[in-house]
Protein backbone atom coordinates (compact mmCIF):
# COMPACT_ATOMS: atom_id res chain seq x y z
CA UNK A 1 0.00 0.00 0.00
CA UNK A 2 2.67 1.97 0.68
CA UNK A 3 4.58 1.64 -2.36
CA UNK A 4 1.02 2.32 -4.29
CA UNK A 5 0.81 5.39 -2.41
CA UNK A 6 4.27 6.16 -3.56
CA UNK A 7 3.71 5.82 -7.32
CA UNK A 8 0.08 8.05 -7.10
CA UNK A 9 2.26 10.95 -5.16
CA UNK A 10 4.44 10.63 -7.82
CA UNK A 11 2.33 10.82 -10.54
CA UNK A 12 0.90 13.72 -9.33
CA UNK A 13 4.34 15.36 -9.09
CA UNK A 14 4.61 14.48 -12.35
CA UNK A 15 1.38 15.85 -13.75
CA UNK A 16 1.99 19.09 -11.71
CA UNK A 17 5.51 20.04 -11.35
CA UNK A 18 5.11 22.15 -14.78
CA UNK A 19 2.00 23.27 -14.18
CA UNK A 20 2.27 27.01 -12.75
CA UNK A 21 0.13 25.22 -9.96
CA UNK A 22 2.69 24.05 -6.94
CA UNK A 23 3.46 20.37 -7.35
CA UNK A 24 4.84 20.50 -3.72
CA UNK A 25 1.73 22.03 -2.31
CA UNK A 26 -0.33 19.72 -3.99
CA UNK A 27 2.03 16.49 -2.93
CA UNK A 28 1.97 17.86 1.19
CA UNK A 29 -1.84 18.16 0.98
CA UNK A 30 -2.11 14.62 -1.00
CA UNK A 31 0.20 13.11 1.27
CA UNK A 32 -1.89 14.66 4.63
CA UNK A 33 -4.73 13.44 3.18
CA UNK A 34 -3.77 10.03 2.28
CA UNK A 35 -1.94 9.47 5.87
CA UNK A 36 1.37 9.09 3.75
CA UNK A 37 4.02 9.76 6.36
CA UNK A 38 7.24 12.12 4.64
CA UNK A 39 9.03 14.02 7.55
CA UNK A 40 10.43 17.03 6.32
CA UNK A 41 9.32 16.63 2.78
CA UNK A 42 12.07 15.17 1.82
CA UNK A 43 10.22 12.30 -0.33
CA UNK A 44 8.46 15.26 -1.95
CA UNK A 45 11.79 17.48 -2.91
CA UNK A 46 13.86 13.71 -3.58
CA UNK A 47 11.19 12.69 -6.62
CA UNK A 48 11.46 15.85 -8.24
CA UNK A 49 14.53 14.67 -10.19
CA UNK A 50 11.93 12.26 -11.99
CA UNK A 51 10.26 15.28 -13.47
CA UNK A 52 13.82 16.95 -14.78
CA UNK A 53 15.16 13.83 -16.20
CA UNK A 54 11.63 14.05 -17.93
CA UNK A 55 12.72 17.49 -19.19
CA UNK A 56 16.47 16.93 -19.77
CA UNK A 57 15.63 13.82 -22.03
CA UNK A 58 12.26 15.97 -23.61
CA UNK A 59 14.99 18.54 -24.63
CA UNK A 60 18.41 16.06 -25.04
CA UNK A 61 18.50 17.62 -28.52
CA UNK A 62 18.83 21.34 -27.13
CA UNK A 63 20.86 20.44 -24.52
CA UNK A 64 23.66 18.84 -25.99
CA UNK A 65 23.59 20.79 -28.41
CA UNK A 66 24.40 24.02 -26.13
CA UNK A 67 26.84 21.50 -24.42
CA UNK A 68 28.86 20.37 -27.56
CA UNK A 69 29.28 24.51 -28.32
CA UNK A 70 30.24 25.81 -25.61
CA UNK A 71 33.80 26.05 -26.60
CA UNK A 72 32.64 27.62 -29.96
CA UNK A 73 29.51 29.34 -29.85
CA UNK A 74 29.11 32.94 -28.25
CA UNK A 75 25.40 32.01 -27.99
CA UNK A 76 25.83 28.76 -26.26
CA UNK A 77 27.83 30.33 -23.36
CA UNK A 78 25.24 32.72 -23.10
CA UNK A 79 22.31 30.49 -22.78
CA UNK A 80 24.37 28.69 -20.72
CA UNK A 81 25.32 32.01 -18.33
CA UNK A 82 21.37 32.66 -18.28
CA UNK A 83 20.54 29.85 -16.47
CA UNK A 84 23.24 29.96 -14.29
CA UNK A 85 22.09 33.83 -13.19
CA UNK A 86 18.53 32.64 -13.44
CA UNK A 87 19.55 29.88 -10.84
CA UNK A 88 21.72 31.37 -8.25
CA UNK A 89 18.98 33.95 -6.08
CA UNK A 90 17.01 30.31 -5.14
CA UNK A 91 20.28 28.65 -4.18
CA UNK A 92 20.96 31.37 -2.05
CA UNK A 93 17.71 31.78 -0.87
CA UNK A 94 17.54 28.28 -0.05
CA UNK A 95 20.42 27.85 2.08
CA UNK A 96 19.65 30.75 4.17
CA UNK A 97 15.82 30.12 4.76
CA UNK A 98 15.13 26.63 3.66
CA UNK A 99 15.42 24.69 7.46
CA UNK A 100 12.49 27.32 8.49
CA UNK A 101 10.82 26.67 5.30
CA UNK A 102 10.73 22.99 5.57
CA UNK A 103 10.01 22.73 9.26
CA UNK A 104 7.66 25.57 9.31
CA UNK A 105 5.63 26.48 6.15
CA UNK A 106 5.80 23.00 5.15
CA UNK A 107 3.36 22.28 7.65
CA UNK A 108 0.76 25.29 7.03
CA UNK A 109 -2.01 24.72 5.00
CA UNK A 110 -3.05 28.49 5.49
CA UNK A 111 0.09 29.21 3.85
CA UNK A 112 -0.64 27.25 0.71
CA UNK A 113 -4.03 28.42 0.59
CA UNK A 114 -2.84 32.09 1.06
CA UNK A 115 -0.36 31.50 -1.73
CA UNK A 116 -2.47 29.53 -4.22
CA UNK A 117 -4.93 32.67 -4.39
CA UNK A 118 -2.11 35.46 -4.39
CA UNK A 119 0.03 33.51 -7.17
CA UNK A 120 -3.61 33.17 -9.61
CA UNK A 121 -4.07 37.09 -8.78
CA UNK A 122 -0.61 37.70 -9.80
CA UNK A 123 -0.91 35.55 -12.70
CA UNK A 124 -4.11 37.04 -14.20
CA UNK A 125 -2.64 40.71 -13.46
CA UNK A 126 0.50 40.04 -15.28
CA UNK A 127 -1.50 38.15 -18.03
CA UNK A 128 -3.55 41.33 -18.64
CA UNK A 129 -1.38 44.12 -18.24
CA UNK A 130 2.10 42.78 -18.97
CA UNK A 131 4.22 44.11 -22.23
CA UNK A 132 4.46 43.45 -25.02
CA UNK A 133 6.74 40.53 -25.45
CA UNK A 134 9.94 40.77 -27.39
CA UNK A 135 11.72 37.46 -26.81
CA UNK A 136 10.37 34.46 -28.69
CA UNK A 137 13.09 32.16 -27.67
CA UNK A 138 14.43 30.72 -24.16
CA UNK A 139 17.96 30.95 -25.61
CA UNK A 140 17.75 34.37 -26.30
CA UNK A 141 16.58 35.61 -22.79
CA UNK A 142 19.15 38.21 -21.73
CA UNK A 143 21.70 38.08 -18.45
CA UNK A 144 19.33 40.85 -16.85
CA UNK A 145 15.76 39.54 -17.92
CA UNK A 146 17.02 35.68 -16.48
CA UNK A 147 18.20 37.53 -13.17
CA UNK A 148 15.01 38.60 -12.57
CA UNK A 149 13.50 35.51 -13.47
CA UNK A 150 15.96 34.05 -10.75
CA UNK A 151 14.69 36.76 -8.29
CA UNK A 152 11.24 35.73 -8.92
CA UNK A 153 12.52 32.40 -8.32
CA UNK A 154 13.12 32.75 -4.89
CA UNK A 155 9.50 33.70 -4.06
CA UNK A 156 9.01 29.54 -4.88
CA UNK A 157 10.17 28.21 -2.13
CA UNK A 158 7.23 29.07 0.02
CA UNK A 159 5.38 26.15 -0.78
CA UNK A 160 2.10 27.22 -2.92
CA UNK A 161 3.69 29.70 -5.16
CA UNK A 162 5.16 27.65 -7.69
CA UNK A 163 8.55 27.17 -8.94
CA UNK A 164 7.19 26.70 -12.95
CA UNK A 165 4.25 29.79 -12.30
CA UNK A 166 7.27 32.45 -10.21
CA UNK A 167 9.41 31.56 -12.86
CA UNK A 168 7.18 31.61 -15.90
CA UNK A 169 5.41 34.98 -14.74
CA UNK A 170 8.72 36.49 -14.30
CA UNK A 171 9.20 35.54 -17.76
CA UNK A 172 6.47 36.54 -18.76
CA UNK A 173 6.95 39.91 -16.60
CA UNK A 174 10.62 40.24 -17.89
CA UNK A 175 8.88 40.42 -21.66
CA UNK A 176 9.43 36.38 -22.92
CA UNK A 177 6.29 34.96 -25.10
CA UNK A 178 4.79 32.50 -22.92
CA UNK A 179 6.79 29.36 -25.08
CA UNK A 180 9.31 30.80 -24.08
CA UNK A 181 8.90 31.93 -20.69
CA UNK A 182 7.75 28.01 -19.71
CA UNK A 183 10.54 26.16 -21.55
CA UNK A 184 12.83 29.12 -20.19
CA UNK A 185 11.31 27.93 -16.47
CA UNK A 186 11.86 24.53 -17.39
CA UNK A 187 15.76 24.49 -18.30
CA UNK A 188 16.23 26.81 -14.81
CA UNK A 189 14.71 23.83 -13.09
CA UNK A 190 17.61 21.46 -14.12
CA UNK A 191 19.98 22.84 -11.48
CA UNK A 192 17.50 24.41 -9.36
CA UNK A 193 16.48 20.84 -8.52
CA UNK A 194 19.11 19.04 -9.24
CA UNK A 195 20.57 21.04 -6.15
CA UNK A 196 17.75 20.89 -4.21
CA UNK A 197 18.15 16.93 -4.65
CA UNK A 198 21.56 16.90 -4.01
CA UNK A 199 21.00 18.79 -0.67
CA UNK A 200 18.19 16.21 0.33
CA UNK A 201 20.66 13.48 -0.48
CA UNK A 202 23.43 14.59 1.73
CA UNK A 203 21.26 15.07 4.88
CA UNK A 204 19.74 11.78 4.92
CA UNK A 205 21.48 9.33 2.89
CA UNK A 206 23.07 7.39 5.97
CA UNK A 207 18.89 7.31 7.36
CA UNK A 208 17.15 5.87 4.12
CA UNK A 209 15.71 2.25 5.05
CA UNK A 210 15.49 -0.31 2.44
CA UNK A 211 11.30 0.89 2.38
CA UNK A 212 12.03 4.60 2.57
CA UNK A 213 14.58 4.05 -0.51
CA UNK A 214 11.83 2.20 -2.29
CA UNK A 215 9.20 4.90 -1.58
CA UNK A 216 11.59 7.30 -3.06
CA UNK A 217 12.54 5.03 -6.12
CA UNK A 218 8.50 4.22 -7.16
CA UNK A 219 7.92 7.85 -6.71
CA UNK A 220 11.00 8.95 -9.11
CA UNK A 221 9.77 6.61 -11.97
CA UNK A 222 6.23 7.77 -11.54
CA UNK A 223 7.21 11.28 -11.75
CA UNK A 224 9.40 10.81 -14.63
CA UNK A 225 7.07 9.02 -16.78
CA UNK A 226 4.04 11.33 -16.25
CA UNK A 227 6.26 14.70 -16.61
CA UNK A 228 7.34 12.95 -20.31
CA UNK A 229 3.45 12.57 -20.43
CA UNK A 230 2.81 16.66 -19.86
CA UNK A 231 5.19 19.14 -20.69
CA UNK A 232 4.39 19.14 -24.81
CA UNK A 233 0.85 19.09 -24.24
CA UNK A 234 1.18 21.97 -21.51
CA UNK A 235 3.30 24.11 -24.27
CA UNK A 236 0.89 23.59 -26.96
CA UNK A 237 -1.85 24.97 -24.00
CA UNK A 238 -0.51 27.78 -23.64
CA UNK A 239 0.62 28.92 -26.43
CA UNK A 240 -3.32 28.68 -27.16
CA UNK A 241 -5.34 29.71 -23.97
CA UNK A 242 -2.83 31.49 -21.86
CA UNK A 243 -2.11 31.05 -17.87
CA UNK A 244 -5.48 32.57 -16.98
CA UNK A 245 -7.49 28.64 -16.05
CA UNK A 246 -4.16 28.13 -13.99
CA UNK A 247 -4.68 31.21 -12.15
CA UNK A 248 -8.61 30.52 -11.83
CA UNK A 249 -7.43 26.73 -10.70
CA UNK A 250 -5.63 28.21 -7.61
CA UNK A 251 -7.39 30.74 -6.60
CA UNK A 252 -10.47 28.18 -6.35
CA UNK A 253 -8.07 25.59 -4.71
CA UNK A 254 -7.18 28.07 -2.43
CA UNK A 255 -10.43 29.40 -1.18
CA UNK A 256 -11.79 25.77 -1.12
CA UNK A 257 -8.90 24.70 1.19
CA UNK A 258 -9.38 28.06 3.57
CA UNK A 259 -12.74 26.65 3.64
CA UNK A 260 -12.01 23.33 4.46
CA UNK A 261 -10.04 24.43 7.15
CA UNK A 262 -13.17 26.84 8.58
CA UNK A 263 -15.04 23.72 8.48
CA UNK A 264 -12.47 22.01 10.45
CA UNK A 265 -11.95 18.90 7.81
CA UNK A 266 -8.18 20.43 7.23
CA UNK A 267 -6.05 20.97 10.17
CA UNK A 268 -4.75 24.77 9.49
Do not use: N
Not at 244 to 265: D, H, S, V
Amino acid sequence: MTLLLAALLGIVQGVTEFLPISSTAHLLLIAEAVGFDDPGGVFTVMIQLGSIFAVVWVYRARLFGVAVELGTSAEARHFAAAIVVATIPALVAGALFGDFIQSVLYKSPRVFAGAFIAGGIIMLLVERLRPAPVVGEAEQTSLPRALGIGLCQMLALVPGVSRSGATIIGGLAMRLERSAAAEFSFFVAIPTMSAAFAHEFLQMHDRLTTERSAEIAVGFVAAFFSSLLIIKPFLGFVRQKGFAPFAWYRIALGLALLAAMGAGWVRG
